[in-house]
């Protein structure tokens, strides 16, 4: 394990700028919002942050006070409880997210041993250049890491990408993960019955389900199928980026995060060059699928007060 420091060199930030200053800008049909994609002039705004107020020096010195390690092509983030006796906890995102998300969390979590890696292919973590690297490939690191760490037992808690490798870690290494706990489910439960056989809270599920597949599932469409051409555009365009990714946290948020913490996130994927390799999660997933059965590790789902699940809230005699 090697420690690890952030830094951007100068050039690469001031190229970004260029750019940014530089974007072609669509049009926009008046008065239609967001409802065919990201909002014209909340765009526009969080450009001109990017480019003329955000200061990425400033968060790689906040950054840069946290213990990074980078370990197999893994990056991630290490916080040893101040008793020096923490029960070690592992962390995993999703996406389009990273290691940043579990910032605020970290003064919260002292008594605990905290690790947060970056999933393979997202910032400071490499993506093996090959196929398959799915929920149960990157859970198998994650146990070999926790491992190297020198930790037999364990907890695991993640969202999106990161509750399908937590749900997996906990079904493939039931003697070392102590519970999980997971915010969003990467599993499909809904069960292969007759619709005349559901109740009607599972009827209600499902529609709610559907009628967020008709509307916002477009992306995970291109994305397990074909991440690499979107890739092209998205690794070239930052404002490009910015629409893209910053649609998804201002659709499925319920606050939008703030214009700092949204341009840290985007510097992030776009000078580490990973939109397209994180975008390859979705079609491992699709293409090397893994299903478990029924994990018996203890479990707990979180649904939080002023909390929306816009893609539906599962029945509790789902989970």
């Known amino acids: 394990m ?22 072609k800008w669509p049009d926009q049909i008046p ?21 003329d107020e955000f200061d990425w020096r400033a968060w790689e010195t906040r950054l840069n006070a946290l213990h990074h390690f980078t370990w197999g ?11 020096g006796g ?16 579990y910032l605020e969390m970290l003064p919260m979590l002292s008594d605990f041993d905290v690790v947060v890696p970056s999933l393979p292919g997202y910032g400071f973590s490499s993506r093996p250049p090959k196929v398959g690297i799915n929920y149960r490939y990157v859970a198998e690191r994650w146990h070999w890491l926790m491992s190297e760490l020198g930790y037999s037992r364990y907890v695991a808690s993640g969202y999106d990408f990161g509750a399908g490798v937590t749900t997996f870690l906990a ?13 969003t489910l990467e599993s499909d439960l809904t069960p292969m019955v007759d619709d005349s056989e559901l109740s009607d809270i599972e009827r209600y599920y499902l529609a709610t389900t559907r009628r967020w597949d008709a509307t916002e599932r477009g992306y995970s469409a291109i994305q397990s199928t074909k991440p690499q051409t979107i890739g092209y555009g998205l690794n070239d365009s930052p404002a490009g980026l910015a629409a893209y990714l910053g649609e998804k946290w201002h659709s499925w948020s319920d606050v939008t995060p703030p214009s700092d913490f949204l341009c ?44 929306t699940v816009p893609e539906g809230e599962p029945p509790r005699s789902y989970v």
């Open 86 to 101: 923490g029960i070690p906890l592992i962390l995993t995102h999703g996406w389009p997210s990273s290691f940043l998300d």
């Open 171 to 183: 079904f493939d290494h039931p003697e070392s993960v102590i519970g999980i706990h997971l915010t």
């Open 2 to 23: 090697e420690p690890f420091q952030i830094h951007f060199a100068d050039e690469t930030l001031d190229d970004l700028r260029a750019r940014l200053r530089q974007t």
């Open 264 to 307: 840290a996130t985007l510097t992030l994927y776009w000078v580490t060059q990973t939109i397209t390799s994180s975008m390859r999660d979705y079609w491992d997933n699709r293409w090397h699928p893994v299903k478990p059965t029924y994990v018996n590790t203890p479990t707990a789902f979180g649904v939080f007060p002023h909390q």
């Open 31 to 51: 008065g239609i919002g967001w409802e065919q994609g990201a909002e014209l002039e909340w765009v526009r705004t969080l450009v001109s942050y990017w480019a």
């Open 73 to 83: 092509g893994i990056h991630f983030v290490c916080q040893r409880a101040a008793s």
